[in-house]
């Protein structure tokens, strides 16, 4: 089965500065990725998914970016973050029908 | 087209209790209806799916109804327990592999089961 890491758990950081939040896969190879965020008291709203490496499909204009320069590696970064950036986020991973989600990131823009 | 609603927002139960969450689509084309449960400050697991050839999907005490016709699905959660306090997000999704197959979820339910 999949494990999905996800690092940091928690992070505060004041409005305008660079972001990267990153997630690895462990058990798959070539899996389909995600970033998803969630808004306090809200669901999920895809931002970003991957078929492979150096393929990423944009879901939402924003102020965010995606990579993934591994085929189980997925970073999401911003350069100058907004106080609408804070949020819940988590990476997934799509081996087949459902997916398996990390464990988030809770980010706080002051 | 692409919506799920969900509801109700928030859901109080009693121990013992069944809880039911309701959730509805438009798009015919969804193949696979999945439901997931997530506790504060923890992501999403996948608590019980199922596919539109059947109508009901038993998994212990989670009950997933599936109505194609009015293009409807509901988890039910009999004898809730308060360790099944969490929210509850209903998805659906069309077709196998490829990431344009995106799971499409519903706002959530906030699940609270009283001792």
């Known amino acids: 089965s999949q494990t999905i890491h996800q690092w940091p758990a928690t992070l505060v950081q004041p409005v305008g500065s660079p972001l990267s939040l990153e997630c690895t896969v462990e058990g798959t190879s070539n899996p389909n990725l995600y970033w998803y965020r969630q808004a306090a008291g809200r669901g999920l709203q895809l931002l970003f998914y991957?078929?492979?490496?150096?393929?990423i499909s944009s879901e939402v204009p924003q102020n965010l970016s995606a990579s993934r320069p591994q085929d189980r590696q997925f970073i999401l970064s911003s350069k100058k973050l907004l106080l609408s950036d804070s949020g819940f986020y988590l990476c997934?991973?799509?081996?087949?029908?459902?997916?398996?989600f990390g464990s988030g990131t809770r980010l706080t823009v002051v | 087209q692409q919506q799920v609603k969900q509801s109700p927002q928030s859901l109080i139960v009693q121990k013992g209790g069944i809880s039911i969450i309701n959730c509805a689509y438009e798009n015919t084309a969804f193949d696979y209806f999945p439901w997931y449960q997530q506790f504060p400050g923890k992501g999403p697991a996948l608590l019980i799916a199922?596919?539109?050839?059947?109508s009901e999907k038993k998994e212990g005490r989670f009950t997933i109804s599936f109505n194609k016709s009015a293009k409807q699905f509901s988890l039910h959660i009999m004898d809730s327990q308060p360790g099944d306090s969490a929210t509850y997000f209903c998805?659906?999704?069309?077709?196998?592999?490829?990431?344009?197959?995106?799971?499409?979820f519903g706002t959530g339910t906030l699940l609270a089961v009283q001792p």
């Open positions: 997934a991973c799509k081996p087949g029908y459902g997916y398996t």
């Open positions: 998805a659906a999704s069309r077709g196998y592999g490829g990431a344009t197959n995106k799971l499409i």
């Open positions: 199922i596919r539109p050839d059947v």
């Open positions: 991957s078929v492979g490496i150096g393929q």
